[in-house]
């Protein structure tokens, strides 16, 4: 696929695995592309076939890392003839093209008969081109220094990437919520299953009197919290999977300078906290009164926001982990450990002191 107003384009082994009329098919097109849109394309091929190689403006003949010939289509046989080899009439021009600089198939094209053969190297072919008129020709124009004041004034790049930052946060962002609606049953899904908790939570403790006159009662409240940080914790761990799926795209088009880091992540950070307030507010409101926490309107909304940053860390540090251990087996080891480490240093499964 060809996007993007591109001037330059470079393809190496595009017919691998395809069959002579595909190749010539896309080669026509390409050819129909160069000549319509102005553009510059290099495209290397091996033993093309001979309706395919007659399509080429231009032909570079490369060889053990040298150019042998680089120039017009329709002179590479006087060239080459120029040197005492004459591609045969049932040959194709591009079988004889790759044979004539090798060692074992060369001798086969000489056609000087009163000059006895000797291997020619490719040293040799290259010496001869650079004293061929194409090759003078060519050396002359590269060595004339380029006018600049030729040059299109938006053809010198002066940014990393093509558009503003404002313009790549709102392609990302698009993106990111044509994959939540894609992706709609795993949010649905998170949601009715926070919910089943809060309802199980709520049918432990509902109609009970919570006692709160001793130091001892305090260990009901804190099991409760603790408990229900760790279902608003951990059903953010859905993310993990999700972001090691991702990771071998976001790599790819961030080398390319698609986008930034930040521009992929800031999206999902941004989409995250609507699914987040919603989690948060349904665990609470099912939760609060009927486990009896304090009954002032601050208290409810200061657990509300606990919760909520909560929630948010650990959607942060399951994206965090996943990016860290790139594969699947990895992140779950990660994740596996650092569930470990919060567990232990949390203060209820191993109290201070004991």
Known sequence: MLVGPAKALFMDGI??????????????FMRQ?????????????LQPAPETYNLFDDIMLLSEG??????PRESVLDFFQSVGFKCPERKGIADFLQEVTSRKDQEQYWFRRDIPYQYISVPDFVIHFNNYNIGRELHEEIKTPFDSS???????????FGISKWELFKACF?????????????????????TIMSIITMTVFFRT???????????????????????VMFNGAAELAMTVNRLPVFFKQRDFLFYPAWAFAL?????????SIVESVLWIILTYYTIGFAPAPSRFFRQLLAFFCVNQMALSLFRFIAAIGRTRVVANTFASITILVIFVLSGFTVSRGK
């Open 174 to 194: 698009s993106r990111e919520w044509l994959f939540m609606k894609r992706s709609y049953f795993v949010y649905i899904f998170k949601t009715f299953q926070i």
């Open 267 to 275: 999206p999902i950070w941004v989409l995250r906290v609507p699914l």
């Open 15 to 28: 017919s691998t695995g395809l069959d002579s009329s595909t190749t010539f098919q896309i080669v026509r």
């Open 209 to 231: 009197r919570m006692e709160h006159g001793k130091l001892e009662d305090g260990g009901k409240y804190y099991g409760a919290l603790f408990f229900s940080l760790i279902n």
């Open 150 to 160: 030729k040059t299109h004034h938006a053809a010198l790049v002066k940014e990393k």
């Open 33 to 45: 592309m160069v000549h319509i849109t102005d553009v510059t394309m290099i495209i290397s091929l």
């Open 66 to 71: 040298e150019i042998v010939y680089q120039g």
